[in-house]
Structures are given as structure tokens and as C-alpha cells.
């Protein structure tokens, strides 16, 4: 279907307010896969009309509106990641991979499946080993300083044993059963898990955080001068040094993926927090150096996203 300008410029404003609303209101108007849908329409249209291109959610990461709170710079940059909600969508991610294997003889790959939590990604930077700033992915490139409320998280580690800067990156979220106690006790309800995480994260004062027992769950792990490691040698290195990592598994090929995105499917409402997929990443960093980026996703990475039906 072909697109004039004008329609072009009135869905790129619709998927503008869509994502307003879910990164700096913590509300959703429409489905994740709705937006996806949008999104991606918005996305084949660029591919058209490149000469069109201007700031949207296409185009970039998260949210750049700070509400004049102090900032910070990434260390790390922070991607979104791309969404897929089918093994047809699954395979067409996998044979990206294929001249790569070709090149190389490699008969097996290595893939790191995990949980998907839904709440808001944080950067923390470990400086010596103490934990010295903590801050939300914002647009990728910088977002709000939060370190007085991260430390009042009360399972994310103050110290860790390393030296030089140490970046970790993760996902603050709210357990089941401390979100429904909330709404049970108090007479201002809060929509959904993520909501709850976002806005006693950025808007509350740090002595309230502990109340909220918000958790954090970590899922990369940076060294110093190297972003190198191996995934699941990361989430080895986070959790030696006392954080909690997401479920997750190395799979070899589509079928073993599927087979852990199903499972995951199945046990989904018996987790003690709200997950709303499955990330896959090549487990490489040689390959994900060689597949790169776009503008706000990698290339080597992608979001198997479940459905309100399920998988």
C-alpha cells in the first residue's frame, strides 16, 4: 500500500503519543502488539521514503523528556530491541546468521534466551567496586539519575568485588505479590507492574523505595576498557557478585528456542514477576560486533513478545 506524506506524518504522530504515553506516563493505550504493528508500518514506509525520516520512536530509544531532572550520560549505551511474535518472524531473525556461519565453518551457534521482565531498564556503574550512579535508559544515550533511590533497593548490591568501572545493566521491577499488596492496602491504585516500577523509581522520594520493595534483576555485565564477554559469561559474572539475573538458557537452533520460549509461555503466570517475553541474543561477541546496530536496536538481538493469548 502506498502512503502519502501527509498519512505518513499523521501515523508518525499517532506512534509519537503512543510512546509518550508508555515511557514518561507508565500508561498504555493500546497493545504492545498494536504498537508494534505501528511501528513497524511507520518503519516500511521510511523504507520507501527515506527523504521523510524525522525524530520519531523509528528512530530512536525510549524517551528524551527528563521533566528537569538531573541526568546522565550512558557509559554503556542502552538499545531498545526489536519485537517478533512468530517462528515464521523467528526463522527470517535466525538466517541473518547464516553467512556468518558460512564464513566461518561453524556448524553451531550459541544464542542466550532469557526471561523478558517488564519494568524499567537501569544502568548502574560500579566505580572500584562501589556502587557510585545509577540511571534509567532514558533515549539510550542518557536518562534520569536515580542512584539515591537504587540504593534503597534492597537486593542490589552496594559493593561488588571487581576494580576499575564496572557497568551493569538491568531491569527494576515490582513482585506480584508486593504490587497486589499495595493495591490492596491503599486506596490509590496502580495500573500494572510496570507502572508501579517506573513511577516509584522516578518520582518518589528515596525513603519511600524500601516501602515499595522494588527488586532489581540484571542481565548485562559490562568490564572494565571490554564489552566483550559472552552473555551467559555475564549473567555468571552478576550473579558471583550478588545479583539476581532473569531465567535463561544457550540454544543452538530454532527448535531448541522454541522450545524454551513455549516452556516459558506455559510456567509465565507462575513467576514471581510480570515477564512479557523471551530476549534472544547471539551469545557471540564477535558476531554481534560483525551484525551491529540500527538506530535504536541491535542487530543481534531481538524480543520474542507474548501475545494476551499466550505465546
Not at 89 to 113: C, H, I, P
Not at 166 to 187: A, L, P, R
Not at 193 to 220: C, M, N, Q
Not at 254 to 278: C, H, K, Q, W
Amino acid at each position: 500500500m502506498r502512503y502519502t506524506k501527509q498519512e505518513y506524518l499523521e501515523l508518525s504522530k499517532k506512534l509519537q503519543h503512543y510512546s509518550d504515553c508508555y515511557y514518561t506516563k507508565f500508561t498504555s493505550e493500546i497493545s504492545d502488539q498494536e504498537y508494534d504493528e505501528l511501528f513497524d508500518k511507520v518503519k516500511d514506509i521510511l523504507k520507501v521514503h527515506p527523504e521523510w525520516k524525522i525524530d520519531s520512536p523509528v528512530t530512536s530509544v525510549g524517551t528524551n523528556d527528563f521533566s528537569g531532572r538531573k541526568k546522565n550520560k550512558h557509559i554503556v549505551r542502552m538499545y531498545s530491541l526489536d519485537k517478533i511474535y512468530t517462528p515464521a518472524d523467528l526463522n527470517k531473525y535466525y538466517k541473518r546468521f547464516s553467512e556468518l556461519r558460512s564464513k566461518d565453518g561453524k556448524l553451531v551457534d550459541t544464542y542466550y534466551l532469557d526471561y523478558k521482565l517488564d519494568g524499567v531498564s537501569l544502568e548502574s556503574v560500579y566505580i572500584n567496586g562501589k556502587l557510585t550512579t545509577a540511571t534509567t535508559r532514558g533515549d539510550g544515550k542518557c536518562g534520569i539519575d536515580v542512584t539515591n533511590q537504587v540504593l534503597n533497593i534492597v537486593n542490589i548490591p552496594h559493593f561488588i568485588c571487581t576494580r576499575g568501572t564496572m557497568v551493569i545493566h538491568g531491569e527494576v521491577v515490582v513482585h506480584k505479590y508486593d504490587f497486589y499488596n499495595f493495591n490492596h492496602t491503599h486506596d490509590t491504585k496502580i495500573s500494572t507492574p510496570r507502572h508501579y516500577a517506573a513511577s516509584s523509581l522516578i518520582t518518589l522520594d528515596p525513603e519511600v523505595i524500601k516501602e515499595r520493595a522494588l527488586k532489581f534483576y540484571g542481565w548485562g555485565c559490562f568490564p572494565p576498557l571490554s564489552s566483550s564477554l559472552p552473555r551467559n559469561i555475564q549473567i555468571e559474572h552478576l550473579n558471583k557478585f550478588g545479583f539476581n539475573t532473569p531465567v535463561g538458557k544457550i540454544c543452538s537452533n530454532v527448535t531448541e528456542m522454541m522450545s524454551f520460549i513455549n516452556e516459558t509461555a506455559r510456567i509465565r503466570n507462575t513467576l514471581p514477576y510480570e515477564i512479557d517475553g523471551v530476549v534472544i541474543k547471539q551469545n557471540e561477541d564477535k558476531y554481534q560486533k560483525e551484525l551491529g546496530w540500527n538506530e535504536h536496536a541491535p542487530l543481534w538481538a531481538v524480543a520474542w513478545k507474548f501475545t494476551s493469548n499466550g505465546a
